[in-house]
């Protein structure tokens, strides 16, 4: 069972207390958007085997989303970071490279 | 017949190795806004006397409290026939910013478990995933989290008691809960 | 036989005598006795029957490891079956039976498995019966096998005992109370980390006393003593016994099975507590288990473990038998033969299999005068419900019998395998010990935690260092490790000096002999629980399956009770010799939690009687209770489904309410229905991004009935949304959306539109909800108030705060029954007072409560579309003919882009219509509508299906609603629907509102 660190209280709490939400940084497409790209943003989800980006809510606790970067193999926990963001932080990106030389995420590496 | 305000459980009480109680109605306010503002700390303080809390804690003091929730929001706790009046002060306070504030009294349950420390402590620690150890979990401090299979936001309001606060319409399940925790017999003998 | 020896016993308090009964049989021990050496102290040597072929089985271990000796303990509700004798700690009173045999332990009819069956039940039994013809299966094979399977009895009556859960916290928690325990724990509490340190036994010290040798010079007990005393005074120390480490998960999480009151049955409080750990580090100083060795009749009741047999004469002063061949491939069973021989026992031989024979401790041995025969093992053990004998043979040999000796005990001794399970649970690898012949912990690969770095340490002989010395000196290093790894870096101390003589060198005997001919094989036994022989997994081998994973399940080696601790490596020893390759490379199988079973009753906790699950109940709850609520759950909502008065019938309550609302007035708790309030200068932009129609442009004062789809198009939700004031909006949702639809808000708010200023809230339970419903509403409420909710001071789709009875209220003016209607809202404290004044208001009226099922079929009347049942997610507002409902003028709203989509646009969609049948009777819910032909896959065309179906006591007649192809285009058409009987029942397409098209009623 995981171990999160929510970056919005602070509190490190177990993962019961938080709800996973799938692929983080989904850029949306409304209406006027070709069916190309609202069908990649609605159905392509991502579920690499190793790092991966997730948003997760701290629903047991100070209601947030925020952001998780993981590896989904070895489940190490690279960082979390806030929601209100578009791009993963560069101390977080430095951080896999560290670990995950030669990583890439959609459009991040 | 009278149609005065009651509590979820109306002050039920269980006595185990601590002493379990539904402790009635309590003015509840949650405040959300920017809490770093001047305003939103002005609000606070004429409403409860208090500064805004800092992260995960919780300022008390005769004229009501203030607990820290989340990044934008605050729980303000007065009487409950306070209520209207507080409401009214932070709204007068805070008229012309972006804020929320809104009576969530009668929404919550509020229980006390009181006892010896360890004991108050360890049936907290059969429930929710926080460490209750003293020194990792004190007074001052505020922390939401699951008990159980609910939600609920746990503080000390000194070395012997702790407070619960769940929604009203679990507060049975809350009770039993408890009831089960301080069952004599029960004692882990962790912290004592 | 087994007997109490005069002397030793190093754990009981003779003096104070326990009674128990074995199968009815009153028998006695003492204080300090497991239940194994207590039945072993009364000569009661055969305990079971084996699962397949109800063999007779005896003890065959000490510990946990034990396959054969499982029992049902207690009776009632206190009964639990299988539970190993060895773990059990005997207090007085305790009964148990043995298990699996039919009709007694001493005369078991399905013994005939082992005599005539042997050859029809080999591995692999059961898949290859399923390719048999059926009748053979049907009536030979199964009834046969059904009468004698099945591993113990499970109990009948509920459980009377609690249970709980623990979490804790701690740096370092060592799992294991033996000496490397002990040292890893002082050492890791030394240096300054939080350490919990947990032994599954009742006692401290683990093999160590009992197998000897010094620790700093002393007496190893008297090390245990004192560093039990030292880690007691140390305050960032817990020291926790019969307390086992079930299993060890991602980052750090340890579950410790306590089992608090199991030797004391009638103390209060709970049986087991399930402690949910987190640990910064953990050590497994898990010890290690003895092997058994693979010759012939090694399952008969007084064949056991080397070691075992030491532990009952030290331990407990029990013989196991007064003449004990010892059989071995290593110097460790070398210590029985002593121990034995210091009892005053005799020991005729020592086989060991070693040509080179043992090292320092067999010089001892035949110092003491025993026969010490090297290169020799066991032929055959002879006897049947207990040992009378062995045959020796050669090991290197195919088992001609050299020389047959008379004996009542057999300690065997295969070598020792470290305890790896909770190194491997969380993924820690092992490599394979050539020199030691074990499989042992990859220090370079641990298990990983959230930071990428190793958080389990194997210490001691868990880790392979067998020696005491070496074990002393590994659990420090672990101590100082772990502390180290969890940032504290204090004086952790030193090991103290360790002394034993030490061991010749171990050589890995699979199978005695060498040689052994079938007939041999056959009668070999690896896994003793599941009857799994040597002959078994050499025939998976030849049949093919040859990962140890395919050969586990084939033959079920290893898949008992016991998980194959004592049967594993074994097995898949014989399975890489068949198949001709190294042991590393066949591999082992997985080892997965609980290391041994724990209790069901531990997982679930409180999760039991009126803590199983939360139940939400509105402040109105206990009304409804005490007046004849049938309930029905709405998710953890209790609602009543109806009241029902004294004789009467679920479906004439609904009938009943239903007139009685449309006649003159009805009351509903609505209180459950979700309520969030939205505020903020962008709250109008927010919703209407939100609901399909405009949301900004409603007036403060006004309500407005709106639907929320998902980005998907689909329709999740829906509900009345009041304006409050310029900023502020409270949105009703379902009942099941409250929490839902909240957080769907605050993920929009949190991860897309985080720069629009919009707070929510969710105040579902601040109110307690009431609808006021039927022609005499306005009139019960104005007994109430003075307030003007006249048809023009209250106008329809609005709301007002006013005061009823000096309760403040918030009324909104909406219907979904099609009734002159209020909801009332009032603080949740305040909701009882209220219902009460408005039964009492209402009384001249006849006022009745109604619940859920009224609310349907009032609202299916009025052919309102409800979230659930005209919709399940594949639905969207265009299905359901609210175009009325979805804005054109917008740009965007959640689910506008997917309902462009081409399919979402087709005009063959189904869509929702009335239906009612011709011959008035209820279509059955979800019923289909067939059309021509036959579809690619040769089923029956459909055209449409039923949504919602019920009887109408306001029209007598079956009414539904349905999505039907074209529908709206086909009014007045007949649809088939067929039953699941065959018969058909015909429909016919008219307009979904039956009931008061022009809505009169509510607009009064």
Redesign the interface.
């Known amino acids: ?3 999160l660190d929510c970056p ?4 490190r ?2 993962e ?2 938080f709800h996973s ?1 799938g692929e983080a940084h989904l850029k ?6 070709s ?1 190309d790209d ?1 069908h990649g943003y ?1 159905f392509e989800k991502v579920n690499p085997k190793g790092v991966h980006f997730e ?1 997760w ?1 701290h ?7 925020f952001h998780a970067a993981r ?1 989904t193999m ?4 690279f960082g979390t970071y806030s ?2 963001t578009l791009e993963p932080p560069q101390e977080i990106k430095d951080k896999i490279t560290a ?1 995950r030389p030669g990583w890439s995420w959609r459009e991040f590496s | 017949m009278s149609n005065a305000a009651v509590s979820a459980l109306n002050g039920a009480t269980v006595q185990g190795f601590a002493r379990v109680e539904e402790t009635g109605l309590h003015g509840m306010i949650t405040l959300r806004g920017d809490l770093a503002s001047a305003k939103v700390k002005k609000a606070v303080k004429e409403a409860t006397g208090q500064d805004v809390p800092a992260l995960r804690t919780i300022n008390t003091g005769d004229s009501g409290a203030v607990a820290w929730m989340s990044p934008d929001e605050l729980l303000v706790m007065v009487d409950y026939d306070q209520v209207d009046d507080t409401l009214a002060t932070i709204e007068s306070t805070l008229a012309g910013e972006h804020f929320l504030a809104v009576n969530v009294s009668d929404a919550r349950a509020m229980f006390r478990v009181s006892g010896s420390g360890a004991g108050v402590r360890e049936a907290l620690a059969k429930l929710c995933p926080v460490d209750m150890a003293p020194g990792e979990f004190e007074p001052g401090m505020f922390r939401r989290t699951r008990m159980a299979q609910i939600p609920a936001a746990i503080w000390m309001p000194d070395a012997e008691c702790v407070h619960i606060v769940c929604f009203r319409s679990v507060a049975e399940y809350t009770f039993n809960l408890l009831r089960d925790a301080v069952a004599e017999g029960g004692e882990v003998g962790l912290f004592s | 036989m087994s007997t109490r020896l005069a002397t030793g016993g190093r754990l009981l308090n003779k003096s104070r005598t326990m009674g128990f009964s074995f199968n009815g049989k009153q028998l006695k021990g003492v204080e300090g006795d497991t239940l194994a050496s207590a039945l072993l102290a009364n000569d009661q040597m055969l305990v079971g029957r084996s699962f397949k072929y109800h063999r007779p089985r005896g003890i065959v271990a000490s510990g946990g490891e034990e396959p054969n000796a499982l029992v049902g303990l207690g009776e009632d509700n206190k009964f639990e079956p299988n539970q190993r004798v060895t773990t059990t700690e005997l207090f007085d009173g305790l009964t148990c039976t043995s298990q699996n045999h039919w009709p007694s332990l001493e005369f078991d009819v399905g013994v005939i498995n082992s005599k005539l069956f042997a050859r029809f039940l080999p591995a692999g039994f059961y898949y290859k019966m399923f390719i048999h013809p059926r009748p053979l299966w049907k009536h030979v094979y199964e009834p046969f096998i059904r009468q004698s399977a099945g591993l113990g009895k499970a109990p009948r009556d509920r459980d009377q005992d609690t249970y709980e859960h623990f979490y804790a916290f701690y740096d370092v928690v060592v799992i294991g109370g033996g000496v490397a325990g002990l040292q890893a724990a002082k050492a890791a509490g030394l240096a300054g980390a939080k350490v919990l340190l947990m032994e599954q036994d009742p006692h401290w010290g683990g093999r160590a006393p009992v197998d000897g040798g010094t620790i700093d010079g002393q007496d190893p007990q008297a090390f245990v003593d004192a560093t039990l005393s030292e880690l007691e005074s140390m305050s960032n120390v817990t020291l926790r016994n019969r307390m086992m480490g079930a299993g060890v998960y991602d980052h750090g999480y340890v579950l410790g099975y306590e089992r608090v009151n199991d030797h004391r049955p009638t103390a209060k409080g709970p049986r087991h507590r399930l402690w949910r750990i987190r640990a910064g580090q953990i050590i497994t100083a898990t010890g290690a288990i003895e092997r058994p060795l693979s010759f012939a009749g090694n399952d008969i009741p007084g064949v056991m473990l080397a070691s075992a047999v030491r532990d009952y004469v030290v331990n407990y002063g029990v013989s196991i038998g007064d003449r004990t061949v010892v059989v071995t491939n290593n110097d460790d069973a070398y210590l029985t033969a002593i121990t034995l021989k210091e009892a005053g026992l005799e020991v005729p031989v020592i086989l060991d299999a070693r040509a080179s024979g043992g090292g320092a401790l067999a010089d001892r041995a035949r110092e003491m005068g025993i026969r010490v025969e090297t290169g020799k093992g066991i032929a055959s053990v002879k006897g049947n419900k207990r040992v009378e004998g062995v045959a020796i043979c050669a090991q290197a040999g195919e088992g001609a019998v050299l020389e047959e000796i008379k004996c009542d005990a057999v300690a065997m001794s295969g070598g020792w395998s470290p305890v790896v399970h909770l190194w491997s649970h969380c993924g820690g690898k092992l490599v394979w010990d050539e020199a030691e012949a074990m499989f042992r912990p990859d220090p370079e690969k641990a298990p990983t935690g959230d930071t990428g770095e190793g958080f389990v340490i194997a210490a001691g002989a868990a880790n392979g260092q067998f020696a005491l010395g070496d074990a002393l000196t590994d659990a420090q290093k672990a101590g100082e490790a772990a502390a180290k790894a969890t940032g504290h870096k204090g004086k952790a101390g030193k090991a103290p000096a360790g002394e034993a003589p030490a061991y010749a060198a171990i050589e890995p005997v699979w199978m005695m002999p060498q040689g052994a001919n079938i007939k041999l094989r056959m009668k070999a036994w690896l896994d003793f629980q599941n009857d799994v022989k040597v002959s078994d997994v050499q025939l998976a081998a030849r049949e093919g399956f040859e990962s140890v994973e395919h050969a586990k399940r084939y033959t079920t080696l290893g898949m008992a009770t016991d998980q194959g601790k004592l049967s594993n490596i074994n097995g898949l020893a014989i399975l890489s010799d068949a198949l001709g390759q190294a042991i590393p490379q066949t591999g082992t199988t997985t080892f997965r939690p609980p290391y041994t079973p724990i209790s069901l009753s531990s997982i679930a906790g409180n999760a039991i009687g009126d803590t199983f699950q939360p139940i939400r109940k509105t402040p109105m709850h206990d009304w409804h209770e005490e007046n004849g609520a049938h309930w029905e759950p709405v998710g953890a909502w209790r609602r009543p489904y109806t009241f029902q008065k004294p004789g009467e019938s679920v479906e004439d309550a609904v009938t009943r309410e239903i007139k009685q609302t449309r006649d003159s007035l009805g009351l509903l708790d609505a209180s459950t229905l979700g309520k969030i309030i939205v505020k903020g200068p962008d709250a109008g932009k927010f919703l209407d991004m939100l609901y399909t129609n405009m949301m900004s442009t409603l007036k403060p004062g006004r309500c407005r009935y709106g639907l929320m789809c998902g980005e998907n198009g689909f329709l999740q939700d829906d509900g009345v949304v009041a304006r409050i004031d310029e900023d502020t909006f409270l949105c009703h949702t379902t009942t099941g959306g409250a929490d839902s639809i909240h957080a769907h808000m605050e993920e929009w708010l949190q991860t897309e539109w985080w720069d629009w200023k919009v707070y929510t809230a969710n105040v579902t339970e601040q109110y307690a909800q009431i609808g006021v419903v039927g022609p005499n509403s306005r009139k019960t409420l104005e007994k109430l108030t003075d307030d003007d909710i006249s048809a023009e001071g209250l106008t329809f789709m609005g709301w007002k705060d006013i005061t009823l009875d000096g309760i403040p209220a918030r009324v909104y003016r909406i219907s979904f029954s099609g009734e002159l209607s209020y909801e009332i809202s009032v603080p949740a404290s305040r909701g009882r007072a209220l219902w009460d004044r408005l039964v009492q208001a209402g009384e001249e009226y006849g006022v009745t409560p109604y619940g859920t099922e009224g609310l349907h079929v009032m609202r299916a009347e009025k052919g309102f579309i409800m979230i659930g049942d005209e919709t399940d997610g594949t639905v969207i507002p265009q299905d359901l003919m609210m175009h009325w409902a979805i804005s054109k003028k917008k740009e965007d709203y959640l689910g506008k882009r997917a309902q462009e989509r081409e399919h979402m646009a087709d005009p063959n969609r189904w869509k929702l219509v009335g239906l009612e049948t011709t011959d008035g009777t209820v279509l059955p819910d979800g019923a289909y509508a067939v059309a021509d032909g036959t579809n690619a896959n040769g089923q029956r065309n459909v055209q449409g299906r039923v949504t919602s179906t019920y009887y109408s006591p306001t029209l007598d007649r079956g009414i539904a609603m349905g999505l039907v192809h074209n529908g709206p285009d086909r009014m007045g058409e007949v649809l088939d629907f067929p039953k699941v009987d065959g018969t058909i029942v015909k429909a016919k397409i008219v307009d979904q509102v039956f009931f008061d098209k022009d809505g009169e009623k509510q607009n009064v």
């Open positions: 069972m995981l171990i919005c209280c602070g509190v709490g177990e019961t207390e939400g949306r497409f409304g209406p006027g958007s069916d609202f609605l948003r809510r629903v047991n606790g100070c209601g947030k989303w590896c070895t489940l190490e926990v929601a209100q670990k």
